[in-house]
T-cell receptor, first 115, second 114 residues
């Protein structure tokens, strides 16, 4: 499976500010995915990021709130904009392994607390 | 869209007992069903998966069964050990644009008592 890293691993932010989360993969992948996991909850897909095109957002998530960049085949960023305490969650990126596109592998996550 | 129901939400067993977690899905187009284990503070890790052309798959103490007609699939863990304690998520995946997009269940917190 791919080696996936995320930065930062955790952060505490003030409401109204924005945080950009980075996801780095050690091999080229076509699709990268961003998930949110609220405390004690399941994984909810925010958007799918394909290199060279606009991200595709799931119902309930909008680009103005969660802008995503995908500048190359090994890197993506998710920004959480104008944060409120309700945005406190773990944010995870994932990839599907090229050559076997059915399984998703997750990064270690970014634990965000908004005060 | 796809809807995945997972039961139970919490499962407490004695070491050595078996544990069964059940999931149902709604979209008959789903054809890939992974199971993830998430330990406290860690990322979800794939433990086993099954594709729609297979009814059962086993890997040591873990097995998964799939009933496509009834749209349900289950995870079976035998001879449970304390290190099996974690949250387990089932997922049903549909192919989209060359990738499989999973919809996750709400998770089962498995507690194995020594």
């Amino acid at each position: 499976s791919a080696v996936i890293s995320q930065k930062p691993s955790r952060d505490i932010c003030q409401r109204g500010t924005s945080l950009t989360i980075q996801c780095q993969v050690d091999s080229q992948v076509t699709m990268m995915f961003w998930y949110r996991q609220q405390p004690g909850q399941s994984l909810t897909l925010i958007a799918t990021a394909n290199q060279g095109s606009e991200a595709t957002y799931e119902s309930g998530f909008v680009i103005d709130k969660f802008p995503i960049s995908r500048p190359n085949l090994t890197f993506s960023t998710l920004t959480v904009s104008n944060m409120s305490p309700e945005d406190s969650s773990i944010y995870l990126c994932s990839v599907d392994r090229d050559g076997s596109t059915d399984t998703q592998y997750f990064g270690p996550g970014t634990r965000l607390t908004v005060l | 869209g796809e809807n995945v129901e997972q039961h139970p939400s919490t499962l407490s067993v004695q070491e050595g007992d078996s544990a069964v977690i059940k999931c149902t899905y709604s979209d008959s187009a789903s054809n890939y069903f992974p199971w993830y284990k998430q330990e406290l503070g860690k990322r979800p890790q794939l433990i086993i998966d099954i594709r729609s052309n297979v009814g059962e798959k086993k890997d040591q103490r873990i097995a998964v069964t799939l009933n496509k007609t009834a749209k349900h699939f289950s995870l079976h863990i035998t001879e449970t050990q304390p290190e099996d304690s974690a949250v387990y998520f089932c997922a049903a995946s549909i192919e989209s644009g060359g990738s499989y997009i999973p919809t996750f269940g709400r998770g089962t917190s498995l507690i194995v008592h020594p």
